[in-house]
C-alpha cells in the first residue's frame, strides 16, 4: 500500500490539484510490484513544495483557516504518511496572527532545496506562499539559505540567497516581500 501512495505522490507532483481532501494523495488500482518507492528526498520535496501549496490554493482558504485555529492533524498526518513520524513529530507550527501567516518550522534540512521553514501569508483575500530553503554556497560567501515562492499556478520565484538561519530573521524578510 505505502509503494502505491508514493507513486501516485510523484504522478501528482507533475500537476496541480485543487483540494485539500487527503484522499487526493491516495493510491489508485495500480499493482504494487509496479511500483517502487521514491527516495527520502523526493517524498521531502514533494511535501513541502508541491502537497503544501496545492492545500494553501487550492482550498478556498480552508486549509488556512484551520492551521490558524490550531487545527494541525491533516499536516502533520500527511507528513507521517509520505515521510515518517519522526519527520512530522519535529516539524512546528506556529500562528503569526500579527502577520496574518503562518510559520511551519521544519528540521534543519540536509537536502538542496529542503526547507528550514515556510511562511504562508494571507494578504485581502490571496495568499502568498514563501519558502527558505537549504542551498549551497558555491560563493562562499556564507549563503545558506535561498527564500523561494510558489504561486497558485505552481510558478516557483527565487528572492535570492540568505545567511540567516533563524525564523525571526526570515519571517522579517518575508513580510517584506510582496
Request: with cysteine; hydrophobic share 35%.
Amino acid at each position: 500500500m505505502k509503494h502505491l501512495l508514493f507513486a501516485l505522490i510523484i504522478l501528482l507532483s507533475v500537476s496541480a490539484c485543487t483540494t485539500t481532501d487527503t484522499s487526493s494523495t491516495k493510491p489508485v488500482n495500480t499493482p504494487a510490484s509496479k511500483q517502487a518507492e521514491p527516495p527520502l528526498e523526493q517524498r521531502i520535496y514533494y511535501y513541502q513544495h508541491r502537497l503544501i501549496p496545492k492545500w494553501t490554493f487550492g482550498s478556498d482558504g480552508a486549509f488556512f483557516r484551520d492551521i490558524m485555529n490550531g487545527s494541525i492533524g491533516q499536516l502533520k498526518a500527511a507528513a507521517a504518511d509520505l515521510i515518517s513520524s519522526e519527520y512530522a513529530d519535529n516539524i512546528s507550527i506556529k500562528p503569526l496572527s500579527e502577520h496574518n501567516g503562518i510559520l511551519i518550522t521544519f528540521q534543519e534540512p540536509s537536502s538542496v532545496p529542503h526547507c528550514y521553514f515556510i511562511f504562508i501569508r494571507k494578504i485581502d483575500d490571496k495568499f502568498m506562499f514563501l519558502t527558505y530553503e537549504k542551498t549551497r554556497d558555491i560563493s562562499n560567501e556564507g549563503y545558506i539559505g535561498v527564500v523561494g515562492g510558489w504561486s497558485p499556478d505552481g510558478v516557483h520565484s527565487n528572492y535570492g540567497p540568505r545567511k540567516y538561519s533563524d525564523a525571526d530573521s526570515f519571517i522579517a524578510d518575508a513580510v517584506g516581500i510582496n
